[in-house]
């Protein structure tokens, strides 16, 4: 049973920095392409950056992109995500996620694993 574990959440200030850590187990992470989706309050879960199973291709969402960096250690079983120049309207619980399809893949219901989540908070 593939299980994901995030880390590195928590509460920040505008501008500041964060990496969250997403470590697999129960499976080989390089069978996967990896995932980070996020929760803002209120709101539904939308898509953040992804990986493919060899770091050969990354994708980010554009509200994010230049600001936050998605990388993976396969060698560690861990995916992060690089977080700059935080602002309020990236608060909200982070989440892993594994699939088995190939390349970049943006649609949360492409992602077979989960993870449980790690909270974000950036202050004003």
């Known amino acids: 049973q593939v299980q994901l574990v995030e880390s590195g959440g928590g509460l920040v200030q505008a501008g500041g920095s964060l990496r969250l850590s997403c470590t697999v187990s129960?499976?080989?992470?390089?069978?996967?392409?990896m995932g980070w989706f996020r929760q803002p309050p209120g709101k539904e879960r939308e898509f953040v950056a992804a990986?493919?199973?060899?770091?050969?291709?990354?994708y980010t969402a554009d509200s994010v992109k230049g600001r936050f960096t998605i990388s993976r250690d396969n060698a560690k079983n861990t995916v992060y995500l690089q977080m700059n120049s935080l602002n309020p309207e990236d608060t909200a619980v982070y989440y892993c996620?594994?699939?088995?399809?190939?390349?970049?893949?943006?649609?949360?219901?492409?992602?077979?694993?989960w993870g449980q989540g790690t909270q974000v908070t950036v202050s004003s």
């Open positions: 129960g499976g080989i992470v390089s069978r996967y392409g």
């Open positions: 990986i493919s199973r060899n770091s050969g291709s990354r």
């Open positions: 996620a594994a699939t088995s399809a190939y390349g970049t893949v943006f649609r949360k219901e492409e992602y077979a694993y």
